[in-house]
């Protein structure tokens, strides 16, 4: 449910604006087997993308995963709020 009282209300229409092929360091790669050993063959089946997209008149950075074969699968969606204060 949404309220606006006295305000504007923006759409986030996400629309990607660009979107490059992106690949794991193999140090990153070794670190995570370490943890998930099925690491590489799960790397194997999905395209990872760096993209940015709008959202309220701004362009927002992120990553993308999809899966080399199309079907229907379970899908996780992650959005991180960076702040200034918390980048150094």
Partial sequence: MLFA???TVHAQNGKI???SPYSFAE?????????????????AVVNFYSI????????VRGYLS??????NIPALFIIAVVTANWVH
């Fill in 52 to 59: 940015k997209y709008l959202s309220d008149g701004l362009k």
């Fill in 17 to 19: 604006v660009e979107m």
């Fill in 5 to 7: 009282y006295g305000n």
């Fill in 27 to 43: 140090s990153s790669v070794a670190a995570i087997q370490q943890v998930i050993p099925d690491t590489k063959l799960i790397l």
């Fill in 66 to 71: 999809v899966p080399k074969k199309r079907e």
